[in-house]
């Protein structure tokens, strides 16, 4: 009777058994651990950022590029390519190059990841994590029974889920493949994938993996992934160079690092921070004969940096470069930097103006272009791409060049009174922004200047329908007749910002061809209409721009060249304009103040028009 007994439930088992040994191979081959675990580390490319002698760069946007760059010599070697290291504005007094960024290897969206080998990680941070969360690490299998148990009594008494047990290996295994819930189903998994780890990997690279992959926390929303990442981020520095004091502070924040986030939470991982400190000066990982703990006040301006690089805008900078430079790999890194460093400094100022407003830049070398929009939860290529704009005065220097072909010459002299037009739609006379000083300007003034009367006048005299078929060549888009639509010529035309790129890289190639005439009447920033804006570094220099305006300000633009790249900058208001009042906002106060930010401080000198 036993026996047969025996028999049914060793029959019964069997399905048991095979449902088990399935869950367990589904657990195993849906978790793809070969991409984490041992997996290659990228490589980095052998490429270097050129900062030019006699150009500017901002001391805390270069030292946190640096930090994230594959440089790591110390700072000190760089000191005596400046001028005065000690100021806020660095002149650069030696030309230096700088390795690039680091290659980004998280593949979430607004995340940084910066993986490292398993022996570039400090013995105090491997060591301290396994004697303060794991010590039987290096014996156990993946799992702990004694650490299992323990949870289980604990479970019991409360009724609930309340204590976890976990390794360093279950942690990992939670922390790339499921989510904080407390479930049996979740716990179970967890253990599968630990006890597997443990038998297929070695243990340093399971550590490995795990300083590589666990989250540690999020700065300017962006995640950091990484001890890395987080070594570089929180304390601008490569993990080689943490103190004891700094390490005990990113093991602190890995029981939580929202709950003990460094400018949310300060006193709090304050007090984790000095436990931890002392737990590692207790398992005698560094020297304590000396004083490397922190003063309130060393810990207050850890946090206020921290904050400053926040609200600059540095960390979705850095992150916004990098994804940037997987999909264009001649990226001028740093100019890419400064671009957005620059544009979240501008719309913070913008603000008590009006607070939707946005960013869009198309820029780079004539035969390149790279986009950036300040809007990060919006699409990219449309905004750029698709989204058109009134160009405003922008459309000026493109029709001079048309009168010139024409044969018209640049100092020929141009009646600056009012014309009139007798169109269908009635007469028309354009107004000026201000009053010409003179009945006659030579042209080149009339450009500067930015002046409307001259502009129709030129067209009207070489003839509607000839300006009309050179436009239409640039501009395909434009209403005809032009006889008909002559406001066409003041800007009242809408254009993509790219579309508005690619307009002015024909016209900087036509430029080259004909002698470059009216690049050069806009290359003088003390004659144009940016004369009251422009910086005293930049007052001297020679570079070509050209502002607009149009729709009561909510459209500004400025497009420019400094010989290294052409950028067309739109600055405007995003929403709906329906019952709204204009803004008082132009493009020699937003997007050329944006412009000018960018140029002078990039760690490039204005270069001349290159034709070849």
């Given at each position: ?8 439930l060793?029959?019964?088992?069997v399905?048991?058994?095979a449902l088990?040994?399935?869950?367990v191979?589904?657990?195993?081959n849906?978790a ?5 675990i041992?997996?290659?580390l ?5 490429k270097?950022?050129i ?9 805390d946007?270069f ?6 760059s ?5 700072t000190s ?6 001028e ?6 660095l002149s ?6 700088l390795k690039?960024?680091?290659n ?6 607004r995340?940084?990841q ?8 400090p ?6 994590l396994?004697?303060?969360?794991d010590?039987?690490?290096?014996d156990?299998i ?10 289980i009594?604990?479970?019991?008494k ?23 819930e ?30 590589n992959?666990v ?7 962006v ?5 890395h990442?987080?070594?570089v981020?929180y ?23 929202g709950?003990y ?12 921070a000095?436990f ?8 005698n990982?560094?020297?304590?004969n000396?004083?490397?703990q922190?003063?309130d ?11 400053d690089?926040?609200e600059?805008?540095?960390y ?5 470069t990098?994804t ?5 790999k ?11 460093v620059?544009s979240?400094?501008?719309l913070?100022?913008l603000k008590?103006v ?5 960013v ?17 939860e919006?699409?990219?290529?449309k ?6 704009h009134?160009?405003?005065?922008t459309?000026k ?8 072909q ?12 009012p014309?009139?037009l007798?169109l ?5 006379t ?6 010409p000083?003179?009945s ?17 006048r030129?067209a009207?005299d ?15 888009d ?5 006889s008909?639509y002559?406001?066409?010529l ?11 790129h ?8 036509k ?6 005439q009216v690049?050069e ?7 144009t209409t ?6 005293p570094?930049l ?6 721009g050209k502002?607009g305006?149009?729709?009561n300000?909510?459209d ?8 290294h ?15 709204k ?8 106060t937003t ?5 000018q930010?960018?140029i002078?401080y990039?760690?490039?000198?204005i270069?001349?028009?290159?034709c070849?």
């Open positions: 009777m036993l026996l047969k007994r025996l028999k049914i060793l029959l019964l088992s399905p048991f058994v088990c040994v399935i869950f191979v589904k657990t195993i849906d793809d651990l070969s991409q984490v041992s997996g290659k990228s490589e980095h490319e052998q270097s950022v900062f030019e002698e006699g150009s500017f760069i901002v001391k946007e030292l946190f590029f640096k930090a994230n594959n440089d790591e010599r110390f070697v760089f000191k005596n390519k400046f005065n290291f000690n100021e806020r504005i650069i007094n030696e030309t230096f190059e690039a960024l680091k980004n290897n998280c593949h979430y969206n995340c940084l910066y993986k490292i080998p398993f022996y570039n990680i013995i105090i941070l491997s060591k301290g396994i004697g303060i969360e010590f039987r690490f290096l156990h993946g799992i702990d029974y004694i650490s299992i148990l323990r949870a009594v604990a479970d019991i409360a009724g609930a889920l309340v204590q976890g047990g976990s390794t360093l290996t279950q942690q990992l295994v939670k922390n790339i493949y499921f989510t904080n407390k479930s049996f189903s979740r716990k179970i998994k967890e253990a599968i994938l630990a006890v597997y780890i443990d038998f297929k990997f070695e243990k340093s690279d399971i550590l490995e993996a795990y300083f992959e989250f540690w926390g999020s700065l300017g929303g995640r950091v992934k990484g001890v990442t987080a070594a981020l304390f601008n520095k490569p993990i080689s160079e943490l103190d004891p004091y700094e390490s005990a502070i990113l093991v602190s924040m890995l029981k939580g690092p709950y986030h460094p400018i949310y939470r300060t006193e709090r991982l304050k007090g984790r000095n931890i400190f002392n737990k590692l000066q207790d398992l990982l560094f020297d304590s000396e004083s490397y922190w003063s006040e060393k810990w207050d301006r850890w946090r206020q940096g921290l904050k690089f926040q600059k805008g540095f979705e900078a850095i992150y916004l990098t940037r430079k997987n999909k264009d001649d990226l001028n890194e740093y100019r890419f930097f400064k671009t957005v620059a979240k400094g501008l913070e100022d008590k009006e607070e939707n407003l946005a869009k830049i198309s820029f780079g070398p004539k035969d390149k272009e790279t986009f950036y929009y300040s809007k990060f919006r699409n990219v290529e905004a750029l791409l698709e989204e058109r009134g160009v405003g005065s459309l220097p493109v029709l001079y060049q048309i009168y010139l024409h044969g018209y010459k640049i100092d020929d002299l141009v009646s600056t009174e014309v009139t007798d269908i739609s009635g007469v028309w354009p107004s000026e922004s201000h009053t000083h003179a006659e300007y030579p042209i080149s003034q009339a450009l500067q200047e930015s002046l409307n009367n001259p502009i129709v030129l009207r070489i003839g509607f329908e000839k300006v009309e078929e050179d436009l239409k060549s640039r501009i395909a434009i209403k005809t007749p032009l008909e002559p406001a066409q003041l800007g009242a035309v809408e254009l993509s910002v790219h579309e508005l690619q307009v002015y890289r024909d016209f900087l190639e430029e080259c061809e004909q002698g470059s690049y009447a806009l290359a003088d920033p003390r004659k940016i004369r009251r804006m422009v910086k570094a007052r001297d220099q020679h570079f070509f502002t305006t149009s729709n300000g909510f500004n633009l400025f497009v420019g060249y400094d010989g790249d052409l950028f067309t900058i739109w600055v405007g208001y995003e929403g709906s304009r329906a019952n009042k204009g803004l008082r906002l132009y493009g020699s997007a050329f103040r944006l412009y930010e960018i002078l990039s760690g490039q000198r270069a001349s028009l290159a070849e």
